[in-house]
């Protein structure tokens, strides 16, 4: 119990508590256990502990402000540990990050009482140079309000992978933004699990009634498993790894491939900002790296972006996807078939 | 005696220090918080453990030079303690609380944030069946809190971009396609520019707050520019691009509207955009992959055709 990190830990769960409490007064203490993760033993020798502390001669008004009751316990606003303390740079960063994020959410209705706590967090932090800026896909209003009702959706889903439109019904279950897209995770007829797709690839959606589908139990996320985004299976169109709410890592599917790269140094930064890749070696000059690809199209729009310099290592049948790509986008310029 | 909890002695610490009027040398502080021992050495060596322990947890622990032997002295400055009452109505710490629940940017500094507001506590921060919003954690981008720090208190910052020491006035951060900004003026290069953060090395150095010079009218959204094709400095010109039905959607959804000039069969539309740099927008339209094709002007269509050739294309206009 003397280790540092332990310590402050308890210090800064002991000073939440205490500002929870100002804010509410009294409280009983079984609530105030269990919304901050304690026995309610526990609860009660860390507020007693506090209790006592206080600046000499030890007079009551000198004493911590904290009551603690059979049942109960309180304190008074105003008591020196129990005001709110000033931000971190990171948390003064977070909360205006945060706010401005949801208040970006394309259809975020009500956001009356979170732009009023923005504005005095602004007033206090200066947090007004911060923007958020998220996509807003066309059927992303629907799909949103499939997951609030658990609505069924009959879509056409762009495959960017296999560059084919098909046909799908979907169980929405939970919508989120990462890697700058939304994705919804989805139990999928034609897959018979759960999947997830990103809604800038729906081309059309309506709501239908769906017969005998699975409903998985409890909101678990199978499509975590792999993380991968239907028709997609890249490395780079998968959300990142991110923890605690809910964000699952990028596990290449049985069916991706590794892909060894050779590319100018100039722009190795742009294979390795991609997740999931190996680190990027050098090699005579130039820097050897691998991806892990789950659909040509997107091989050739990375190797496109990289231009004329970078190579296909491995495998060798790889070799001409960027000139057989390029060969396809050029017969639209030499046939002229846009203009008119 | 029995043992003191040490979270008792750094409670009383922090009491102490926080009600003091002038500052406390070592010895009045032993005086007034029990539980450190008697012997100098180990007293010294007490008080620091427990001094780092309450500046790791963001408290402004001042050491001021005072007269006598001991010649320093330390406090607590309240108002560098405790925030400005924000005044929050219970509606709006609810609001607030439901952000950080749905936002993810980096464990658990948004959590921390809120216990200081005093609406700390799981429960108050539980996962809803409300979107869930990644914002690239700020844990992987340790300069982000730094830059933003930088921008409140209108600081001169440096640090190095890519292998590049640059020297810029800040002036804004923006969150778009997944990845953090930096906009501000670069005093080099005598411009407005933008910076991605997660290419920023290492930890930005700030200068005096006040020490910014950003020039007035400023405007951040127009540096930032709209998308790729509009961070080069070139000559603005207007480029229709016609992209197909696979991938109207998703570009229209990018571009707005308000950027359709032309809607064609089966879902194409055409979309004009005004582009400062060709480079970009040919990087941009490669990603659609034949879904897409540059119409004109003429020489932002020569551009892509000589990028398609080098990248190996074989000229079928023959067959």
Known sequence: MTAGGDTAARLRRLLAILAWLAQVGEAPIEDVAGRFDLTPEALVTELEMAACCGVPPYTPDQLMEIVVTDTSVSTRVGTALARPRRLSPSEGFALAASARALLAVPGSADSGALSAALDKLDRALGGEEIGVELDAPEWLPLVREAVGSGGDLSISYYSASTDRVTEREIAPRRLFASDGHWYVDAWCSRAGDLRRFRVDRIRTAEVVELAGKSQPAGGVDPAGETGRVEGDGSAADAPPGAGPSGFEPFVPGPEATRVRLSVDPAMAWLVESLPATGPALPAGGRVEIEVFVGGDAWLERLLLRLGPDARVLDPPEHRSLAADAATRILRRYRDGDGRK | ?319
């Open chain 2, 1 to 319: 005696m029995p043992r003191l909890d040490r979270l008792e002695r750094v409670t009383d610490l922090l009491l102490v220090l926080l009600d003091t009027p002038r500052p406390l040398s070592l010895r009045e502080i032993a005086d007034r918080v029990p539980g450190y021992p008697d012997a100098h050495g180990a007293r010294r060596q007490a008080f620091e453990r427990d001094k780092r322990l309450l500046r790791d947890e963001g408290v402004p622990v001042l050491v001021v030079p005072i007269g006598g032997e001991e010649q320093l002295g330390y406090r607590v400055e309240p108002d560098a303690y405790y925030l400005p009452d924000l005044g929050l109505e219970p509606e709006e710490q609810a609001a607030l609380n439901l952000a950080v629940a749905g936002v993810h940017v980096g464990e658990p500094i948004g959590r921390d944030a809120l216990g200081k507001l005093g609406a700390g506590g799981e429960s108050a921060i539980r996962t809803t069946t409300a979107p869930l919003v990644d914002l690239s954690s700020v844990d992987g981008l340790p300069a982000l809190p730094v830059l933003f720090d930088a921008i409140r208190h209108r600081a001169f910052v440096e640090f190095d971009y890519r292998g590049e020491p640059r020297q810029v006035d800040p002036a804004g951060l923006r969150f778009r396609t997944g990845h953090w900004y930096l906009v501000g003026f670069d005093r080099d290069r005598d411009e407005a520019r933008t910076f991605r953060v997660d290419r920023v090395d290492g930890m930005p150095a700030l200068d005096e707050p006040g020490s910014a010079r950003v020039p007035p009218g400023f405007d951040i959204d127009s540096t930032f520019g709209r998308d790729p094709w509009q961070f080069g400095a070139g000559e603005e010109v207007e480029v229709d691009v016609l992209v197909d039905g696979a991938e109207a959607g998703r570009v229209v959804a990018q571009l707005g509207g308000q950027a359709v000039v032309e809607r064609r069969d089966e879902g194409a539309v055409v979309v004009r955009l005004s582009v400062t740099d060709v480079d970009g927008l040919i990087l941009w339209v490669l990603e659609l992959l034949d879904h897409a094709e540059i119409l004109g002007p003429e020489p932002v269509r020569a551009a892509m055709v000589e990028r398609l050739v080098a990248s190996g294309a074989r000229d079928g206009s023959a067959g």
